[in-house]
């Protein structure tokens, strides 16, 4: 709930520090930011109206895959890599991933989970009594307080490496979950599916080396069967949905067999922020 990490936040008007009531979040200068009655806060510096978010159908895919437990030993792995009490996950979705490292880091952990999707929003803040939920964009400034974080988490997320360092706390880490190009492929085309571009590591290393240095690496792959409902999901979930009707993907992945072979692969990452950072 959002009383329990109140503290780490910061207004996104003024960057003043934030207190809360039972119906509104309000900054020391008297900026003012209503709660949902589902218990997130919007702590967009603007409006949200242009930006693209994820839907409820999204969502609701998502929270079906994951709790299919398909993705099971992703979480695992981002749970050994995770420390300290307090941890940020941008781009959170459900907040499940996030759920998962509070549970492994021991009853006094707690955490934020940022989304700009109102749907995500909702699933966070009912994920974990701990949690909580803010609408927020990625790539603006983020409305967490500087050095108040142990460990970031970037799950199939947005990368604001200025913004990660910044909140982050001396010696905290960065944990990020990118797909390799053999993630999925086997549904990529038949399915109409954005594929993982093969530079994408290359890419995400040179982007984060300005800031960070790699410390631990995790490889997770391993094969999935999924019927013709997880697909579907699969698809929903992921940013092909943006580019794909509902009834394009239902039609989809109704022409595949009744069940399907599908390799789950990625890179779990640890980074830690170099000692010579500016901000």
Known sequence: MLSAIIDLL????????????????????????????????SLLSGSAGKLHSDSVAMVSARERVLGSGLYEPIGDAVVELTE???TLDVGAGTGQYLSRCLDGQ??????????????????????????????ADAWQRLPVRDDSVDTVLSVFAPRNVAEFARVLSPGGALVVVTPTPRHLAE??????????????????????????TRTERISVEHTMTLDRGLVADIVTMGP????????????????LAERVDVVCSVTVSRYEAQTDRTR
Do not use: W
Not at 188 to 212: H, Y
Not at 240 to 253: P, Q, V
């Open 106 to 135: 021991g009853p006094d952990a707690r955490g934020v989970g940022l989304d700009l999707s109102k749907a995500g929003a909702r699933a966070i803040a009912r994920a974990h009594p701990r949690i909580g939920s803010v609408i």
């Open 84 to 86: 300290g009490a307090v």
């Open 10 to 41: 910061d207004c996104p008007v003024c960057q003043g520090d934030l207190d809360i009531d039972e119906s509104s979040v309000i900054c020391d200068r008297g900026h003012t930011f209503d709660i949902a009655r589902q218990g997130y806060v």
């Open 187 to 212: 549904i990529v085309e038949s399915m109409g599916m954005i594929g993982v571009d093969p530079a994408k590591p290359e890419r995400i290393g040179n982007t984060l080396g300005a800031a960070f």
């Open 240 to 255: 092909s949905a943006y580019h794909l009707s509902a009834d394009e993907i239902t039609d989809r992945a109704a022409a």
